[in-house]
């Protein structure tokens, strides 16, 4: 049975009300997505990331009438949107599937791998995490988590205690524990990512190593490595949090900081640690730092 897509491209302030006016008009499903090829960073706890330009889609049975429900739009927003509203036709099929299809095996480094189910590459002494892209942040397509993976790849923690902090989907976290890391302490401030750590993990057969902690539940011994791919104004406002989890002589790795920002994300590490020159990938930085 074919379906109906509606899209509609609104501001900001708007997507919100737009995706919920076609939940009520209907929409099995609503998506949003960036209208204009804007940069959308890692929302900070409680904000909602929307772009300023929003393309809002719905998905309706097939047996909806377009012109009806072209109209119904227009009249509930009380103007004529026609210009910025596209209909279209969708042929059945397991759109999930279709959609994990385009979704291949990448390798980050020499051997750290991420697969999606039943896609595994020939390399024989290859290092694999089985991922599927999920709702949590975190498969490895971003830069931030790419640099961070690449750095695993180069420094495999071996019998290391390790803190993935803003742990998200777990990606970094699994990295570490296929690599030989002790144990993983990992904190998220969203429960849906804490959730989606634990099935990954479980996934991965890494569970026993895997410590899913509230912020309050880290360890109190200062751990041999942190990471932490997050907003860079929350880099610097956790400074002295992060500086304690660290032991002297440990690893502090950085991530989720845009160029511009990588000097005072530096600075503010400077001095408890030696922050080595930042590691780049298009616009975004990783710094690497050692305890004092």
């Not at 090829?37 to 706890?45: F, M, N, R, V």
């Not at 909602?48 to 012109?67: A, C, N, Y």
């Not at 279709?98 to 791998?113: E, I, P, S, T, Y």
């Not at 640690?273 to 930085?285: D, G, K, L």
Request: charged content about 25%.
């Amino acid at each position: 049975m074919p379906w109906i897509q509606a899209h509609l491209t609104t501001g900001k302030q708007q997507a919100p009300l737009i995706e919920l006016l076609f939940e009520n008009l209907g929409a099995l499903s609503t998506s949003l997505a960036d209208a204009e090829d804007e940069p959308l960073l890692e929302p900070a706890p409680g904000e909602l990331p929307i772009w300023q330009r929003t393309r809002v889609s719905g998905l309706f049975e097939g047996s909806t009438d377009s012109d009806d429900l072209r109209q119904r739009i227009n009249q509930a927003l009380n103007r004529d949107v026609t210009r910025n509203l596209q209909m279209e036709v969708l042929q059945d099929q397991a759109w999930e599937r279709a959609w994990l299809d385009n979704f291949h095996a990448m390798r980050f480094g020499q051997r750290l791998w991420i697969c999606p189910n039943g896609k595994r590459p020939r390399q024989r002494d290859a290092v694999i995490i089985e991922l599927d892209p999920g709702l949590a942040f975190g498969t490895g397509t971003h830069p931030t988590t790419a640099l961070c993976l690449e750095w695993l790849d180069r420094h495999p923690p071996g019998g290391l205690r390790v803190i993935d902090f803003g742990s998200g989907s777990g990606v970094l976290s699994l990295a570490a524990l296929k690599l030989g890391a002790e144990r993983v302490y990992a904190t998220d401030h969203d429960p849906q990512a804490m959730q989606a750590s634990a099935d990954n993990a479980d996934r991965n057969d890494v569970s026993e190593r895997l410590e899913l902690c509230r912020g309050e539940q880290l360890p109190q011994q200062p751990v041999d490595l942190l990471m932490a791919n997050i907003l860079a104004g929350t880099l610097i406002e956790l400074q002295p949090l992060l500086t304690r989890l660290v032991r002297r002589g440990g690893s502090l790795i950085l991530s989720g900081i845009l160029e511009e920002q990588a000097t005072r994300v530096a600075d503010a590490y400077t001095g408890p640690f030696r922050v080595a020159p930042p590691r780049q990938r298009e616009e975004w930085i990783l710094l690497e730092a050692v305890r004092c």
